[in-house]
């Protein structure tokens, strides 16, 4: 089925350590985002890319990075993770009529920092 | 910054009931406008948008906006226990339309 595929379901880092959630769509959609969710807070976006080789901060990109590797591939990278990091993170993508069809969500990560 | 309100309940209504899920949003610049439907430990999914005032219906679903008031609800009508979630209102704007999310209601249909 067509969609977003976020891998992996589930991951336990320590402190400090590194790790790249990795997400991919084939709806040849150019937009894509990362999110974060956290209980009480809501979905806060961290980083977004209009179009292939594009990236922008969100709201909340501090301890993070991104790689727009392709159309179909936009990875987050936590470089030295924090418990703060603790969190779900969802993967989207919207077409082109955004305005009608919002976005398309991942299943998403769920990520403990210890 | 943007922000988007929603009464973050729960919202209790019994089986074959209309809930009413509101939602306020704070730039009167935003266009766009979407409902998420998120149940507990999955993603969000998209179940109803508007972009003009009035209302939108979609089966038992209708949407609401009034752009004056800065104001967007959903209403659901013959409520049933698999309605049950957390509803999410977003909205749109900027140039690459980032979408700014309300921190969701939850919803209990009881049987």
């Known amino acids: 089925n067509a969609g977003v595929t976020q891998t992996p379901k589930f991951q336990v880092l320590k402190t400090g350590q590194s790790m790249t959630l990795q997400c991919a769509q084939d709806m040849n959609h150019n937009s894509m985002y990362w999110y974060r969710q956290d209980p009480g807070m809501g979905l806060r976006l961290i980083y977004y890319?209009?179009?292939?080789?594009?990236?922008d901060k969100g709201e909340v990109p501090n301890g993070y990075n991104v790689s727009r590797l392709n159309k179909r591939e936009f990875s987050l990278r936590l470089e030295s993770a924090a418990p703060s990091q603790t969190s779900v993170y969802f993967c989207?993508?919207?077409?082109?009529?955004?305005?009608?069809?919002?976005?398309?969500f991942g299943s998403g990560t769920r990520l403990t920092v210890v | 910054q943007k922000e988007v309100e929603q009464n973050s309940g729960p919202l209790s209504v019994p089986e074959g009931a209309i809930a009413s899920l509101n939602c306020t949003y704070s730039?009167?610049?935003?266009?766009?406008f979407f409902w998420y439907r998120q149940y507990s430990g999955k993603s969000p999914e998209l179940i109803m948008s508007?972009?003009?005032?009035g209302d939108k219906e979609d089966g038992r679903f209708t949407a609401q906006l009034n752009k004056a008031s800065q104001y967007v609800s959903l209403l659901i009508r013959d409520s049933q226990p698999s309605d049950s979630a957390t509803y999410l209102c977003a909205d749109s704007g900027g140039s690459n339309y980032k979408l700014t999310f309300g921190k969701g209601t939850l919803l209990t249909v009881n049987p």
């Open positions: 890319s209009a179009s292939e080789g594009t990236t």
């Open positions: 730039d009167r610049g935003s266009q766009s």
């Open positions: 989207a993508s919207r077409g082109d009529r955004a305005r009608d069809y919002g976005y398309t």
């Open positions: 508007i972009y003009s005032n």
